[in-house]
C-alpha cells in the first residue's frame, strides 16, 4: 500500500513501525471509494460498503499521536466490519507540527459532515453515523460526541451521532492526565485554557452526548487505562449510558489490531452495539437530568 502522495509526517517510534507494518499488511488488497472533504491530500477517506447494508456507518479515526498517521492505516478493519453490515468510513485529518489544535478536530467534524450528506448514496443512514477512532484518533471521537459546538456551524442536526466509539483514547490533558510530556499538537500560549478545550473529560454536555463504548487493551499504557476509567465514571454521572470493553492480554497496538479480528471479537461487538444503540430512542435532555 503506498503512501508516498502524502506530505512528509513525525518519523515513528521502532515501535510505530512495527504497527504500521502490521495492520499495513493486513489491510493490503482492501479498497474503498476515496474521497476528498477539503483540499488538504490528508482531508481525505475512504468508503467500505457492506453487501448487505445494514445501515450503521462507523466514521473511524486513525492513531499516531496527533503526528504521524493516515488513513490507510485503518483499511484492515473494512472486512470483519462490512461482514457485519456497517459501513466503514475511514477518515483522515492533518497533522502537527504543521497543524495545531484545534485543525485535527475540524477535520474530524467536516469528515462527518460529509458523511452525513454523501453516505446513503454508499448504503449508509445518515441518522445512524456513529464515530470512533484508535489513540489520537479515539481522542478526536470522544471529543466531537461530548462537545456539540462543531455541529450547527456546519449545518447538522443536534443528533447526528448516534454513538462513539474510542480504542484506547485519550479523553483529558493537563493535570492528571498521567502524560509524561505536553503533546505538541496542543501548541503554546493559553495551556490551561487550551488543555481543557482539547478534553473530552472538561468538554462533556450530557444532554447532547450519545452513548459510548469504551475499549482498551488490559495491558494499555497505564494513564490511557486510567483515563478511561474516569470517562466511564464522567458518563455514567452524567447520565450517559457506557459500555467498557477490555481487551484481555492487549497492548496499545494490539488493541488496534483487534479492531479487525473477524469473524468475531471487537468488530461483531461494536456492530452489535451499534444496532442496539440505533434501535434505541434517543433520550431526551429531561431524561439525562
Known sequence: MKLDHYPPQEPLSPLGVAYQERILALGEGVAGHEAAYGDDPYQTLAVFRPPQPSGDVLVFFHGGGWTSGYKEWMYFMAPA??????????AGYRLAPRHGF???????ADAVAWTWRHIG???GDPRRIFVGGHSAGGHYAALLAASPAWRAPRALPADVLRGCLPV???YRFGPGSGLSVRPRFLGTGDEARVDADASP?????????????????????PHLVAQAQQMEAALRAAGVPVQVQI??????????????EHPAGWPALAAAWMRQTAASPIPSTGERQ
Do not use: M
Not at 201 to 221: N, V
Open 121 to 123: 448514496s454508499h448504503g
Open 201 to 221: 473529560l472538561h468538554r462533556l454536555e450530557a444532554a447532547a452526548c450519545p452513548p459510548f463504548l469504551i475499549t482498551h487493551g488490559s495491558r494499555d499504557f
Open 247 to 260: 481487551l484481555e492480554g492487549a497492548d496499545h497496538f494490539e488493541a488496534s489490531v483487534a479492531c479487525g
Open 81 to 90: 466490519l462490512i461482514a457485519q453490515g456497517v459501513v466503514l468510513v475511514s
Open 168 to 170: 484506547s483514547g485519550v
Open 102 to 108: 484545534p485543525a485535527g478536530l475540524d477535520d474530524a
